[in-house]
Each structure stands twice: as structure tokens, then as C-alpha cells.
């Protein structure tokens, strides 16, 4: 059985794929990611099977020890692909991963999920080398610091920068990395106006 990790963070596809889930009010959400590598890496490849969203829509859900982790409020986009996240520095660079059909509410938090049985790798100095993943959450890396939720209306269009902090991700491990993910939301557009987040 292939084990997936979660993680959260924002992409930008060419190939984006705009998932219903159902009929009724809804918006859109058009997911990105962007990131800085560390001094001598040149490449991080990861392979990442769908970035999630989780929307507080006032259904009624089946209660969990572990919170909203494993309710079924999360939508995800399907990825599934390789990603060289240092081809994707800052804002204007940002990969878009695609557009996501959202329910009407809040939008509580943000993550992504890796599939760690693919190879998941670094180039440092030149030299591929394979990253430990072995401390990726098992239910999905989520944006580290408190998230400030934001409304999700009908019709409206949300715009989503999410930064991999390699910088902080990478940990020195023998001659390669350990990845401790540390992602932070950037920047929320809603219908073209900037949300603010803190």
C-alpha cells in the first residue's frame, strides 16, 4: 500500500484542472506557490500527489480527536506530479497549480500532501542527492503560523500565494537534507483585492 503525506502550500499550474464539488453557492480558488532555496541548492524536486483547502461551510461533520484534520471539510486539488520548487521564486514567479471550486464559508487553513514513495530529491553543489522525508506529517503540512480565515462568498474569485520556506524546510543531514516543511501564506486576493492576514 503507497503511504501519502499531506502537506499546504500554494502552485500554479499550466494544466489547471477546475474540480466541482457539487451544485449550489460557491467560489473559486486559483492555488500558487513560490519559494527561496538555500545558498548552494540549486534544485528541490518533490512530488506532490494535491494541495488541500479546508472550508468551515457549517455543515455538520463527524467530530475527530485530531480536530479538523480528518473531517470531511478539506477540498482537494489533484497535483500529482513532480515540482522543482527553486524554479519558482517569488511572487511574480509563483507555479499556479490550478482552480478549486469552493463551498461558501470560512477558509480556516491550507495543505499539501507528498507522496513520499516517489523520489523526492535536492541538487546541492551540484550532486542530486535524496532528501529524508521521514518527519513529513502524515495528515498534511499545513501553514505554520496561526491562520487568519477569510470568507469564502459565492462567486467570488480568491487569488492564493503560499510560501515553502525552503530556507527553514532544509535541515543538514549526512550529505543531504532533512525536510521539516515550513510554509506560510503570502498573499490572499479576493475578487482583486488583498485580504489581510495578520
Not at 45 to 58: I, N, P, R
Not at 131 to 156: P, R
Request: net charge neutral; proline share 4%; with cysteine.
Amino acid at each position: 500500500m503507497r503511504s501519502i503525506n499531506k502537506l499546504g502550500f500554494t502552485f500554479v499550474t499550466t494544466t489547471a484542472a477546475l474540480l466541482a464539488i457539487g451544485c449550489g453557492e460557491s467560489s473559486t480558488a486559483e492555488l500558487r506557490l513560490m519559494d527561496a532555496p538555500p545558498p548552494g541548492v540549486t534544485s528541490v524536486k518533490l512530488y506532490v500527489a494535491s494541495m488541500q483547502v479546508h472550508v468551515d461551510d457549517k455543515t455538520k461533520t463527524t467530530s475527530t480527536l485530531d480536530g479538523i484534520d480528518d473531517d470531511q471539510k478539506w477540498h482537494s486539488l489533484s497535483v500529482n506530479k513532480t515540482i522543482d520548487l527553486v524554479q519558482y521564486q517569488g511572487e511574480t514567479a509563483a507555479l499556479v497549480l490550478g482552480q478549486l471550486s469552493l463551498p461558501v464559508g470560512k477558509i480556516t487553513q491550507i495543505r499539501l500532501l507528498l507522496d513520499t514513495t516517489k523520489p523526492n530529491t535536492a541538487t546541492l553543489n551540484g550532486v542530486v542527492c535524496n532528501l529524508d522525508t521521514s518527519k513529513v506529517a502524515q495528515k498534511g503540512i499545513k501553514i505554520n503560523h496561526v491562520f487568519k480565515a477569510f470568507e469564502s462568498k459565492n462567486g467570488a474569485k480568491h487569488d492564493i500565494w503560499v510560501d515553502f520556506k525552503l530556507d527553514e524546510s532544509l535541515k543538514p543531514a549526512g550529505n543531504c537534507f532533512e525536510l521539516e516543511p515550513k510554509l506560510k501564506l503570502h498573499k490572499v486576493k479576493t475578487d482583486g483585492k488583498d485580504e489581510i492576514l495578520l
